[in-house]
């Protein structure tokens, strides 16, 4: 009989392997990955070089104002809620479904009131959405 204890081999754990997927993961999400601060960013907006194209009947032109009242072919609207927008459209959009939303926002507009005009534009089925800006020799005038 032998009494004598086996000497067992304790299990090793090679890392070496998985150091090296880490890094491939992490010099991948490093390549990939930009970094912005949007804190840096100087924004400027509505101006644009762009061709003025008027009269196209398939043209449904909401202005926002700056303190968020919405006009729909320039028709006033006093309900600034998503439902009575949507319903503007619709009934603006009855003859096509095709009708190009143009979004006339004044530069000083809150955000959310363009997002509103959005969303009312999805609900009433209308997926083309443009934005109508200024040429940059007016911009230039107006200052």
């Given at each position: 009989m032998n009494f004598r204890p086996r000497h067992r081999d304790e299990p090793e754990i090679n890392l070496i392997?998985?150091?090296?997927?880490?890094?491939?993961v992490l010099i991948f999400l490093m390549l990939?990955?930009?970094?912005?601060?949007?804190?840096?960013?100087?924004?400027?907006?509505?101006?644009?070089?762009?061709?003025?194209q008027r009269d196209r009947p398939k043209e449904i032109i909401v202005a926002v104002a700056a303190d968020g009242h919405y006009a729909v072919n320039r028709n006033a609207m006093?309900?600034?809620?998503?439902?009575?927008?949507?319903?503007?459209?619709?009934?603006?959009a009855s003859a096509s479904k095709?009708?190009?939303?143009?979004?006339?926002?004044?530069a000083t507009a809150p955000h959310q009131?363009?997002?509103?005009?959005?969303?009312?534009?999805?609900?009433?089925?209308?997926?083309?959405?443009?934005f109508a800006t200024q040429s940059s020799t007016a911009a230039g005038k107006a200052k």
């Open positions: 392997p998985f150091i090296d997927v880490l890094l491939v990939s990955t930009t970094y912005s601060k949007f804190t840096e960013l100087q924004l400027t907006l509505p101006v644009a070089d762009a061709e003025q006093e309900d600034r809620s998503v439902s009575a927008l949507a319903q503007a459209l619709g009934t603006a095709d009708s190009v939303v143009i979004i006339s926002a004044d009131s363009v997002v509103t005009v959005m969303e009312a534009a999805r609900r009433a089925g209308l997926s083309q959405i443009t």
